[in-house]
Every structure is written in structure tokens, then in C-alpha cells.
């Protein structure tokens, strides 16, 4: 805790800008939101002219979580330091983007623990980009949104089972037209040494192509959007990501009206040594007002052989929720924006069934982020329109 009260003191010291005055207006403009006072939070260097370096950001993110979680014969609870991460984005020569993000373990034990990201990416024109090096493996519409934008504390039990993690990776991405693409061949390593993970290549790969397609106003909606996913994964002997499936294919409808958002996704994964296995997760949320969000989530899973879905390891698991064929979770939580996604508050409940067998979770966190701000469909670094 003492690390968390230490990063919003150093956020809430960062300079907040001047107020400005419109023109023969004779007093001062409203004062800026927190929101948009660290919207360029992390910049360092900005000159879109120059001829060389043009774009320079400090980025890092800090999330820090409780939880007391209830299971079959016992009980866990703590207050863990999820995500701390810190790195830099250069962007030079109008084409080139670097981007270094080393992490450290959880509660920094160990402070160093490799590189989430570590690659370059050469932009030949908004339809084709060109990546090298260690970075996120996006399938799931779930997994595509950035941890930075999440409304819940974890991702899906679907998503966390079927073992994506950053590799070194070559992937093509851009859009077209209405459309944006991702897709790449992806080692099946993770290692904490960036040297073994970029030349220890023996442990299989896998390869993903990935479609987000802009559906505008579908049904008289304020947006929709429709991502589609595709996995195949070669794992052998050794293998540290993507070793649940051999094959795995996901469709999300992402819908937003008003203050109201519905994402609604089904992922399915085949072969493997524990089978078959498919899953829905349903995530309807309305904003209350422009800074408090009502969130729910609801999944449904079920597996063609025993033990063929696996708990979430970080919560569930610990607390004696053992792996099973059916799995059920329903979660319910309020969010409230400080700055943003630059710096929120997280609770939650959730009750997560197994077989039959339960599981019951209170969460409460603080998520914060500096650095530049990445797209996808909402949820992403979208913020919609509250009621009141």
C-alpha cells in the first residue's frame, strides 16, 4: 500500500498546466479536467517537423489490487502490485516507432523481470506496418484491449486459460478502408532473458491473424464494431505460451449507445491434450455519470473433458476452486475515473462457480498509466458520455 500512496502523491505533483483565457473574453476559461490536464502525460518531446527524433514519451503504469476470495475449504486475501511496468516510445523519421516496457514481477519481486514489450516498427503507409521483436500476442477481443482501459481486474477465465503472454513475434498490421488487421507468427517462449528469448527458438510457434471491422450505425447503434480472431500454435517441449490449444478461433460484437456499452464474445479452442472448449463472455456497462461507471460481466464455459477448464489462477485457484468441464462467473463492479484511464478506481464482486463447487471475490484497486494512448474498439481509451 505504501507504494501505491507513494505513485498518486507523484502523480497528483506532476504540473497541471496553465489556464488559459479565451480571446476578449476578460476572465479566465473553465479550468481544465484532471482528464485532460494529464492527457499528454509521459511526453517528453514533440516536434513533428524535425527531421529525426520527432516523438518522445516516458511510459509506465502501476496497478495495484485487493482481494478476499472465499472458496471450497479456504480463503485468500492480499493487496498485490499487479502490474508495475516502465519503458520508452521513440517515433523518428515520420516511419520509425521504438518501444521498450520492461515489468517487474509481482510486489517488484523480482524489480527486474524481462521486457513485455521490445520491438521496432517500421510504417510503410497506414495500411502496412511492419513489427520485430517482443510483443503482445492479441487474440480475443478481450486480450486486444490493453490492460491500461480494462473494467475489470482480470481478464476472462477463457482468455487467462488459453496461455498468451509477450514473445518475440513478426507481425503485418494496418487498416483498410473500414477495416484494421493484425497478423504475425509469434514464438511459443517467454523468458525473462531477452537474449535466450530472441535466439532460444526451439520451443514451437504459433500464428495469428486478427480483423476489427467498423460496422457504424448497425441497428441505429452510436457505434459497432465486429473482431474476429484466428490461432493456430505448434507447441513442443519447453513451450511457456499458447500450450492449451492446437487451434482456437474468437467473435466479438462490441456495441455502444449513449452512456451504454455491450461486448459480447464467444471463443472456442480445439485439440490439445485436454480437448475441446468453448466460452461466452457477456460484458454489458452503463456510465452513470462522466467519471462513475456501472460494470457487469457474465461467462459461461464448458470443456469436453475432465479438467478441461482451468480456474483463474491469481484468485479462484488459490482459494481451493478446483479446474473442471463447466464453469459459470457472474461479476459486478463500480469504477470511477480520477483522470481518466489515466488514473482510476476499481471494486468489484464476483461469484465464479465450477462444476459444483464456489468461489466468491471482493476486489478493490487503483490502476494508473502515463505514456501515449493506444486504439481499439471501445472498450479502449474510448470514455463514453454519462447519464447525469
Known amino acids: 500500500m505504501k507504494d501505491t500512496f507513494a505513485l498518486l502523491v507523484a502523480c497528483a505533483a506532476l504540473p497541471l498546466g496553465a489556464q488559459t483565457q479565451p480571446a476578449g473574453s476578460g476572465r479566465p476559461a473553465a479550468e481544465p479536467s484532471l482528464k485532460e490536464r494529464f492527457e499528454d502525460l509521459g511526453l517528453v518531446y514533440q516536434d513533428k517537423q524535425a527531421k529525426g527524433l520527432q516523438e518522445l514519451w516516458v511510459l509506465g503504469r502501476y496497478h495495484g489490487h485487493y482481494h478476499d476470495t472465499s472458496g471450497v475449504d479456504r480463503s485468500d486475501s492480499a493487496f498485490e502490485s499487479r502490474r508495475v511496468r516502465l519503458g520508452f516510445q521513440a517515433r523518428m523519421y515520420d516511419h520509425l516507432t521504438i518501444h521498450a516496457q520492461a515489468i517487474s514481477g509481482s510486489d517488484f519481486e523480482p524489480a527486474y523481470n524481462g521486457f513485455t ?17 517482443q510483443q503482445k500476442h492479441r487474440f480475443t477481443h478481450d486480450r486486444n484491449v490493453s490492460s491500461r482501459y480494462l473494467s475489470f481486474m482480470e481478464r ?19 487498416r483498410v478502408g473500414k477495416a484494421d488487421y493484425y497478423a504475425g507468427v509469434f514464438s ?17 510457434w504459433s500464428a495469428l491473424a486478427a480483423l476489427t471491422y467498423d460496422l457504424g450505425h448497425l441497428g441505429g447503434a452510436d457505434s459497432a464494431a465486429f473482431y474476429g480472431s484466428l490461432l493456430h500454435s505448434e507447441a513442443k517441449v519447453g513451450a511457456t505460451n499458447l500450450t492449451r490449444f492446437d487451434d482456437a478461433a474468437s467473435a466479438a460484437l462490441i456495441i455502444t449507445e449513449g452512456p451504454v456499452a455491450v461486448v459480447t464474445e464467444v471463443t472456442a479452442g480445439f485439440g490439445g491434450s485436454k480437448g475441446d472448449a468453448i466460452g461466452l463472455n457477456l460484458q454489458p456497462s452503463v456510465f452513470l455519470t462522466d467519471k462513475l461507471e456501472l460494470v457487469s460481466r457474465y461467462q459461461l464455459a464448458s470443456a469436453s473433458q475432465t479438467g478441461g477448464l482451468r480456474s483463474q489462477r491469481r484468485y479462484e485457484s488459490v482459494a481451493g476452486l478446483p479446474n473442471g468441464e463447466h464453469y459459470q462467473a ?29 468461489a466468491f471475490t471482493v476486489f478493490a484497486g487503483v490502476r494508473m498509466f502515463f505514456g501515449p494512448h493506444s486504439n481499439a474498439p471501445y472498450p479502449g481509451n474510448k470514455l463514453l458520455k454519462g447519464i447525469w
Open 117 to 133: 514489450e521490445l520491438w521496432a516498427r517500421w510504417e510503410f503507409d497506414p495500411a502496412l506496418q511492419l513489427t520485430v521483436g
Open 330 to 358: 457472474t461479476y459486478l463492479g463500480l469504477n470511477y475515473y480520477v483522470a481518466g484511464h489515466r488514473l482510476k478506481l476499481l471494486t468489484g464482486v464476483e461469484h465464479a462457480r465450477m462444476n459444483n463447487q464456489d
Open 188 to 204: 511459443n517462449l517467454a523468458e525473462r532473458d531477452m537474449w535466450d528469448s530472441f535466439t532460444e527458438l526451439h520451443s514451437g
Open 156 to 174: 476472462s477465465m477463457f482468455t487467462n486459460m488459453t496461455g498468451l503472454d509477450y514473445t518475440p513475434a513478426v507481425t503485418l498490421s494496418g
